[in-house]
């Protein structure tokens, strides 16, 4: 093959050749940055909602939960003392009458207890998920940025990876922030301080329209 001909076949593979990786790089399937913001925004639109776990209303706290909310500043007492703090719940202390049962044993004298109930301020802050109980929410999670993430691999029919990423926060109720609201709920509190910093792990999983979050449809 002589130059010029050699210089045909060259000028017309080569950009093909570039055009295919290039497909192949902007495909959903590939295992890039693109991708996988895709895949933790796609997560976070459905289930970024933050909340505190499930309250069961009224709530009663016994004395021992008052004196050891110091050393426990999140067990029961110090998360209500929190909520009551804010506004969104309101103790009274009361005696429960002879023969009322705690813990399947008889309490047997009048025990002292300070039942909370939930205030109408926290009313507009309740979500209630199908098929959930209800729960106080305080903001939403989002893609802030993708750090890095696993070089894809086999797992049974299909591709598996993690990704590291830092989030942002939206619609973050004022009571969240308080240190006292995040010193009785340290989950709420980890949040709060970790924006744009505290980098996170979501494990994803390849599929024929491209990366899926694992427990994106549970």
């Not at 289930?47 to 500043?73: A, F, S, T």
């Not at 070089?151 to 029919?157: C, I, R, S």
């Not at 009571?175 to 980890?190: C, H, I, N, Y």
Request: hydrophobic letters at 35%; one cysteine or more; a positive charge.
């Amino acid at each position: 093959m002589n130059k010029t001909a050699l210089s045909l076949v060259l000028g017309v593979a080569l950009p093909l050749a570039l055009s295919a990786a290039l497909s192949g790089c902007n495909s959903k399937t590939s295992a890039n940055e693109k991708n996988f913001g895709i895949t933790v925004t796609q997560y976070f639109d459905k289930k970024g909602n933050l909340c505190l776990d499930p309250i069961k209303w009224p709530v009663d706290v016994y004395e021992l939960d008052i004196r050891q909310q110091k050393l426990y500043p999140d067990n029961a007492a110090g998360q209500m003392s929190a909520l009551e703090s804010v506004g969104l719940a309101k103790g009274e202390d009361l005696e429960l009458p002879s023969g009322t049962y705690v813990d399947g044993k008889p309490a047997g004298a009048k025990l002292k207890v300070r039942r909370y109930t939930m205030t109408d301020a926290a009313k507009p802050f309740l979500q209630t998920p199908p098929g959930k109980e209800p729960r106080i929410c305080w903001g939403r999670k989002s893609l802030d940025k993708v750090v890095r993430w696993a070089d894809p691999a086999k797992v049974g029919d299909h591709e598996e990876s993690s990704v590291l990423y830092t989030y942002k926060l939206s619609n973050v109720a004022a009571w969240a922030r308080k240190p006292q609201v995040k010193t009785a709920f340290p989950e709420l509190g980890s949040d709060v301080d970790g924006e744009h910093s505290q980098k996170e792990k979501m494990y994803v999983k390849l599929t024929p329209q491209g990366w899926e979050a694992l427990g994106l449809n549970d």
